[in-house]
């Protein structure tokens, strides 16, 4: 990982909430169902995310070989997982937001998204 892509996440708040969601979702997944592959369905609607926002953040995650995808089939749609550095990245980002807010104090919020 790059210090660019980094950047680039910490500026777009946006897009951390998305990676951290797909990331959530193959945790609870795989604790329910210690087969499962890994692979979750395209999530259209995220929490504090612009719903329009969404198709541009997938392009960005998987351009920054964060989030990989799989089309399933016609019927079944588009399938997305955590890449390693995409795995590798999430420590890091809660890590600097974290010490963001403690600098900042309890009441601050991250920059909303510059490009989504």
Not at 56 to 62: A, P, Y
Not at 64 to 93: A, H, N, W
């Amino acid at each position: 990982m790059i210090d660019f892509e980094l950047e680039q996440m910490m500026e777009n708040p946006e897009w951390c909430l998305v990676l951290s969601h797909y990331s959530q979702l193959q945790l609870q997944t795989k604790s329910q169902n210690p087969e499962f592959d890994g692979w979750i369905i395209r999530q259209n609607d995220i929490s504090d995310v612009v719903k329009e926002h969404l198709p541009r953040i997938h392009g960005k995650l998987i351009a920054f070989d964060l989030l990989k995808f799989q089309i399933s089939g016609r019927d079944s749609g588009v399938f997305y997982q955590l890449t390693r550095e995409g795995e590798k990245m999430l420590p890091k980002l809660e890590k600097l937001i974290n010490s963001i807010g403690a600098e900042e104090g309890p009441e601050s919020d991250l920059p909303y998204a510059k490009s989504a």
